[in-house]
């Protein structure tokens, strides 16, 4: 069992739900890999501050009285409004409160007056990509294709996927938020890792002070969230935010091939 499954599995695992085979997979993969097991552990902690942030405990039963999909807006990462169904990837609703604490506590939102974080947004949409969890509106290995299908989607300038040749195989395409700012996403993968591309309109920058500072102090940003490299750039018109757990080297050659399709805008 790799990374990818043994992290698909945490509900299961925490819940002491599933099958003995798949739990005796589950820990032989956490005896042997410590990036899963601090996986694991991180989210446990998270489940227990669920409880003391929204004073609930974490029962289905109190679900259908939180509206989680207004606590999530709040919080600054929703899908766009065409596809809001991605929200409910989670057949448990703990699991669903996971990611819920880990925009709200790590970022301090609605809890806290800290601005928005791109890196920690787009970390987190990023992870359930990984995880499988979230599948693109789009799917297709064909960068003509997915390059027409978000030309045809976003309301500002976009130039994607990054050419073959920069090592980024492309798999598909969709559209979210991110603080209420409209943002184009493209996933696929590197050295068969999965990358996600994540393309905002150069004047969404002022929503996020912190990005904004860095990216006035030099022209290319890097940055880890959790197991995530991150690399940050102005490309044309474009806010553009390369995320993976790749080395950032790889990501760099991903993000300087961008928009470099010689097509018209």
Not at 20 to 31: G, I, K, P, T, V
Not at 187 to 195: A, E, L
Not at 242 to 251: E, Q, R
């Amino acid at each position: 069992m790799n990374c990818q499954e043994t992290r698909r599995y945490w509900d299961l695992f925490y819940d002491s739900e599933g099958d003995a085979e798949l739990h005796f997979q589950l820990n032989e993969h956490l005896d042997n890999c410590v990036e899963c097991a601090e996986w694991f552990d991180k989210q446990s902690r998270l489940e227990s501050l669920i409880e003391q942030r929204l004073g609930v405990a974490a029962s289905v039963e109190l679900a259908p009285q939180v509206n989680w999909s207004s606590v999530l807006t709040g919080a600054g990462v929703t899908p766009a409004a065409k596809s809001r169904s991605w929200l409910f990837f989670s057949s448990s609703i703990l699991a669903l409160a996971a990611s819920l604490l880990l925009i709200v506590g790590m970022y301090g939102l609605p809890f806290g007056d800290e601005s928005p974080s791109l890196s920690y947004l787009s970390a987190e949409v990023h992870q359930h990509v990984s995880a499988g969890s979230l599948r693109p509106e789009f799917e297709s290995r064909s960068d003509i294709e997915v390059d027409q299908y978000l030309l045809n989607k976003v309301s500002f300038p976009v130039r994607c996927p990054p050419r073959k040749d920069s090592g980024f195989a492309v798999a598909g395409a969709g559209l979210c938020e991110l603080s209420q700012q409209p943002a184009a996403y493209v996933v696929g993968t590197v050295d068969q890792r999965p990358v996600s591309i994540f393309v905002l309109s150069k004047d969404s920058l002022d929503a996020f002070p912190k990005q904004r500072a860095e990216l006035q102090r030099m022209q290319l940003t890097t940055c880890r969230e959790g197991d995530t490299e991150m690399v940050l750039s102005i490309v044309d018109r474009n806010l553009v935010l390369v995320a993976g757990n790749v080395d950032s080297a790889k990501l760099t050659r991903v993000l300087k091939s961008y928009g470099t399709y010689p097509h018209t805008l």
